[in-house]
Each structure stands twice: as structure tokens, then as C-alpha cells.
């Protein structure tokens, strides 16, 4: 069964103190590997897409890489305003021959200043 | 420019009530998702629109849970006698094209479900 695990559940970092979430994953065909933040009350927005082992993506403060079982989500000396709930999805085949996301829990992260 | 919208933004039923939420897809996009998210955890797919045609309802959970994409715009998720266990955050995505590929779902805000 295709599955997302995503550790910690929550994490709580000061201002400038930089951290790491994990994503864990079990698929058959994997199509992409996703992160979203999601604030209170909002739907996810999209931060990044991985497709293969060894690549990575930067976005300010976050880095996010990608090997053959997980995921890293890198956060580089957060900010307060980085508090929020971030999910990983991946993206599998259907048995109707459509493409679906799977999400893990998320890690909600609150940064302290 | 203008992102999915969802309306009602809140919406509280009495167990058995039939409900309706509407999604507003970006303009153009020809996929669209309807996913489920309870308190605590990741959304979780319910079905998948490419254009008109309902290609995946695999997620709906019961047969009271019905969507529909009569023009290929507009989506409305109908749940018909609501009960507790139904209560969630309903979010509904779009994208561009037909096969995913490269790109990604853009989500709307939400309708947030209490059902007492």
C-alpha cells in the first residue's frame, strides 16, 4: 500500500535555529514527490516538486532534497513567519489510469522568535 | 490573478441534513480534485474531474458523497444525510492539464464541515 510518513509531528524551533523534516515514503511508481506549507485556516500552497534521487530545490530559507526512500525539507535560520504546518505528498498512478497525491500527516512547525 | 475559490467557506448541518460545496476552479484548468482533510491530518483524495468526465471517485467514502463537473468548470461536492463522522475541511484543487506531468495542484482555502 502506498504510504507517507512524515516526521516530527510537531517541531518547535527558535528564530535562526536550523532543522530538518523528514518524509518517508513507500510507493509503487513514484511520479513526483511534493511539499506544501499550510497555515491555519488555508488551503496548502505549493513550495516544491522532486522527481528524482539526488535532486534538489532552494527557496529562501528552505531546501528540499530527495533520495530513493525519503525526503528532507532543510530550513536554513527560520523566521517566525515560517510557522506552519508542512506536508509532503507524492503523486501515483491509479488503477484508472489517472494521478492522484498522496499526503503524509504533515510537521507542524512553530518557530519562536 | 484569481485562485480556486470555494464557497461556503463554513457550513454547520444537523446529522442528515444534505449539503452541497462548491469549487471554482482556475479559469482554463481542466483537472480538478476534491480531497478531504480531518483535524490533524493530510488530505486525503476523494475524487478527480478532467473536464467534465469523473475519471477517479475511488476515495468517496459512501455512496452519500456525490460531485459533479456538468460544464467542466465549476465542481459542486453533494453529501446527502451528513453524519458526525463526515465533519472536515473539504479542499478542492486544480491544474492546467489533463496528465499532471510536471506540474502541480493549486488548492482553494476550503470548506470547513461541522456536522452536529
Known amino acids: 500500500e502506498d504510504q507517507v510518513t512524515q516526521s516530527p509531528e510537531a517541531l518547535r524551533l527558535q528564530e535562526g535555529e536550523s532543522s530538518s523534516l523528514n518524509c518517508s515514503y513507500t510507493v509503487s511508481g513514484l511520479r513526483g514527490l511534493f511539499w506544501y506549507r499550510q497555515d491555519p485556516g488555508k488551503g496548502p500552497e505549493f513550495l516544491f516538486t522532486l522527481y528524482s534521487a539526488g535532486e534538489e530545490k532552494e527557496k529562501e530559507r528552505l531546501k528540499a532534497t530527495l533520495t530513493k526512500k525519503e525526503s528532507f525539507l532543510h530550513i536554513t535560520a527560520p523566521k517566525p513567519e515560517d510557522s506552519a504546518t508542512y506536508l509532503c505528498?507524492?503523486?501515483?498512478?491509479?488503477?484508472?489510469?489517472?494521478?492522484?497525491?498522496?499526503f503524509g500527516k504533515g510537521t507542524k512547525l512553530t518557530v519562536n522568535p | 490573478g484569481a485562485g480556486v475559490s470555494q464557497s461556503p467557506r463554513y457550513k454547520v448541518a444537523k446529522r442528515g441534513q444534505d449539503v452541497a460545496l462548491r469549487c471554482d476552479p482556475i479559469s482554463g484548468h481542466v483537472s480538478l480534485f476534491w480531497y478531504q482533510q480531518a483535524l490533524g491530518q493530510g488530505p486525503e483524495f476523494l475524487t478527480y474531474?478532467?473536464?467534465?468526465?469523473?475519471?477517479?471517485k475511488s476515495g468517496l467514502p459512501s455512496d452519500r458523497f456525490f460531485a459533479e463537473r456538468p460544464e467542466g468548470s465549476v465542481s459542486t461536492l453533494k453529501i446527502q444525510r451528513t453524519q458526525q463522522e463526515d465533519s472536515a475541511v473539504y479542499l478542492c484543487?486544480?491544474?492546467?492539464?489533463?496528465?499532471?506531468?510536471?506540474?502541480?495542484?493549486?488548492f482553494g482555502p476550503g470548506t470547513r464541515l461541522l456536522v452536529l
Open positions: 505528498a507524492v503523486r501515483i498512478l491509479t488503477q484508472g489510469g489517472s494521478e492522484k497525491l498522496v
Open positions: 484543487a486544480s491544474s492546467p492539464r489533463a496528465r499532471l506531468s510536471q506540474e502541480t495542484q493549486y
Open positions: 474531474f478532467q473536464n467534465e468526465a469523473q475519471l477517479d
